[in-house]
């Protein structure tokens, strides 16, 4: 239903910083929220966090706390990943999809291009 693009990914400096867009398309009154995920080579898709389009509540897996803000834009159907303090260990590929109430994935056969986030020590 909720069609994405990611973009702003880029090669940083380990401590560095980046903010990541998610630009998605056929929002309904239905979607609740955006999550961010990231799959490193040879590791599972991880869970980073997500954001409600309503109120903008927010939820940040231990992993990304304090380091790693999310935000969105309504008026642009756009969310942003903010990254500070970026460490090697955060080098991956990066998704937004739509999830719920509980923050689970609504669908797990599509997923956008993902954008290449690649720290360097």
């Known amino acids: 239903q909720v069609q994405v693009v990611e973009s702003g990914g880029g090669l940083v400096q380990a401590g560095g910083s980046l903010r990541l867009s998610c630009a998605a398309s056929g929002r309904t009154f239905s979607t609740y929220a955006m999550g961010w995920y990231r799959q490193a080579p040879g590791k599972v898709r991880e869970f980073l966090g997500a954001?409600?389009?309503?109120?903008?509540?927010?939820y940040y897996e231990d992993s990304v706390k304090g380091r790693f803000t999310i935000s969105r834009d309504n008026a642009k159907n756009t969310v942003y990943l903010q990254m500070n303090s970026l460490k090697p260990e955060d080098t991956a590929v990066y998704y937004c999809?739509?999830?719920?109430?509980?923050?689970?994935?609504?669908?797990?056969?599509?997923w956008g291009q993902g954008t290449q986030v690649t720290v360097s020590s």
């Open positions: 954001i409600t389009w309503s109120a903008g509540s927010t």
């Open positions: 999809a739509e999830v719920g109430h509980w923050w689970e994935l609504v669908r797990d056969d599509y």
